[in-house]
């Protein structure tokens, strides 16, 4: 094998592994045939191979055999204009073409994010290595908490204000607010900084645990900064101890948020959002292409009660209106729940839902150039079927799903949350009736300081708390080997808060956030650009 050859065999590994995927050696030797045709413009050859492979294939499996290249190699082969650089370059605009919004974006079922674990001692992350067990040893809850305390341990070591003074002077300590373990405080006088997770340890009696010891907290007096504290959520705290041992708390908050660029360059290359580690020159290539995907647009709606035809009827008017507009949009998104009665275990009309979920195919394939040009994406809600109410919650049931695939056979059925990658951008789904579990959960009234919208205190403290659902284990109950599907580190660009409460936008730090509302309660639903991060708050 000559150097040339060996060159881009390379490169198609390492393009496919940017993309998340593994080819096999037949795979991979279909796709040197065909990128050998094309002497002087191999790149753009196996661009264009890969954009039409990836589309072609939906997304449903990360490893690629024989059988899917062969068919596209021979379509492109059959159109010989598809070989043609304009056109390659048409394609990465994100117009009217069939396959360049689609193939740019990567869904990521939560169960297929890596895990790392952060190393206090050589202060650096670790990949977990082998397979995560559904059941948790005891040691795995303890590990929740643990991982949970250092992510944010190590994000607010690197900021200014709570870090420790290099040299030992007067102006050194001006605007330092040290974070003492919270083991030494025993046995010390006046104000101190400590940080650690609210516990109930005691009924009515609440703690501040960290790595070291645990102490008891007065939050009567204290004044806390925008979001929801309840337990089980990380605090950073002021206050000095009393002489019967209670920590009498005088100011609270989150731990300060830290900008995503910054927190990505401490993570060494590691790929914590799951949609492949990408080389500077592919970012770049990515973002360029992302700036003129002006066209793109994702249409997300929550509640589709399938088994309500008021609603069913509502939702054909929304696909009316975007079949007929010159640009469909690259995906829809259907969060549950989709049934008007939860799926538990008194529920024994599953066959009549497999039904009406066939309806549903039917009702987007009577829809030619959505069917065509756009993707569906399905994630379960709360209420919907599954084995149990834990997160992450898996994809529907296929034997549910089945009918509308017939219909449908691009349909994505995948996690919550789920995850999307487009382009550069990283956009997080998450349905859950989160607000009104949060408000329920409070300790203490939230501060009316900054702002008396519940949802942007949700906001605040789900990006402050980089995590998804910091709700006590016995309100909402997660995996405990899966906590870190539920991270929010680094910071995403977009947070999508599927939730019954009222429809909201929210743009907190540059990231944007938004609840699409209840399609079923009030058929209100967003269309999102993410290109520009536009949030197109919509109702009939």
């Known amino acids: 094998m000559d150097s040339g050859t060996m060159m881009i065999r390379k490169k198609v590994q390492r393009k496919c592994k940017i993309r998340g995927y593994t080819l096999k050696v037949d795979a991979l030797d279909e796709i ?182 645990s102490v008891e907290i007065n939050l009567s007096n204290a004044k806390i900064t925008t979001g929801f504290f309840s337990e089980n959520t990380i605090v950073v705290a002021e206050g000095e101890m009393l002489l019967e041992g209670i920590f009498q708390v005088i100011t609270c908050g989150f731990p300060p948020l830290e900008d995503r660029d910054k927190s990505l360059k401490s993570l060494a290359g590691h790929d914590f959002f799951g949609g492949g580690i990408l080389t500077k020159e592919e970012t770049l290539r990515l973002a360029e292409f992302e700036k003129r995907a002006v066209n793109d647009m994702f249409v997300i709606l929550s509640d589709i009660w399938l088994d309500n035809e008021e609603v069913m009827g509502k939702l054909e008017i929304v696909l009316d209106g975007f079949e007929s507009v010159e640009v469909v949009p690259s995906l829809f998104v259907f969060m549950g729940n989709f049934c008007s009665h939860p799926c538990n275990l008194s529920f024994h009309s599953f066959s009549s839902l497999r039904s009406q979920f066939g309806k549903l195919g039917q009702l987007i394939a009577a829809h030619p150039r959505l069917k065509e040009h756009s993707r569906f994406l399905f994630i379960p809600g709360p209420d919907d079927a599954g084995p149990s109410t834990v997160l992450p919650r898996c994809a529907l049931p296929k034997y549910l799903t089945e009918e509308l695939q017939k219909h449908i056979p691009n349909a994505i059925f995948s996690s919550n949350p789920c995850r999307i990658k487009f382009y550069t951008q990283e956009i997080v789904f998450f349905r859950q009736d989160l607000l009104y579990r949060m408000r329920r959960s409070c300790l203490m009234p939230p501060s009316m300081e900054e702002t008396t919208d519940p949802f942007q205190h949700l906001v605040a403290t789900i990006t402050h708390q980089s995590h998804l659902c910091p709700l006590p284990l016995i309100v909402q109950p997660i995996i405990w080997n899966y906590d870190h599907c539920l991270y929010l580190y680094p910071t995403p660009h977009t947070i999508v808060l599927g939730d019954k409460s009222e429809q909201k936008a929210f743009k907190y730090t540059g990231i944007t956030c938004f609840n699409p509302g209840s399609f079923s309660n009030d058929y209100t639903f967003v269309a999102y650009r993410p290109c520009t991060q536009e949030v197109e708050l919509s109702a009939l």
């Open 32 to 213: 040197l045939s065909f990128v050998n045709r094309f002497q002087g413009a191999e790149d753009d050859a196996l661009d264009l191979l890969l954009d039409h492979l990836l589309d072609h294939d939906s997304l449903k499996s990360s490893i690629i055999d024989r059988e899917p290249v062969h068919r596209v190699v021979a379509l492109l082969l059959e159109a010989e204009a598809a070989v043609d650089g304009d056109e390659v370059d048409n394609e990465a605009t994100g117009g009217p073409s069939s396959s360049s919004s689609s193939s740019a974006i990567r869904v990521v079922d939560a169960f297929f994010v890596p895990k790392f674990r952060y190393d206090p001692i050589k202060k650096i992350f670790y990949e977990h290595s082998g397979s995560l067990a559904i059941h948790g040893e005891a040691s795995a809850k303890a590990a929740l908490y643990r991982d949970r305390f250092l992510l944010l341990f190590q994000r607010l070591a690197r900021d200014h204000h709570f870090s420790k003074p290099a040299f030992d002077t007067e102006i050194s300590h001006v605007g330092s607010c040290e974070i003492s373990p919270i083991q030494s405080l025993v046995g010390q006088t006046g104000r101190r900084w400590v940080m650690g997770v609210i516990s109930q340890l005691e009924d009515g009696h609440y703690y501040l645990e960290d790595l070291t010891a």
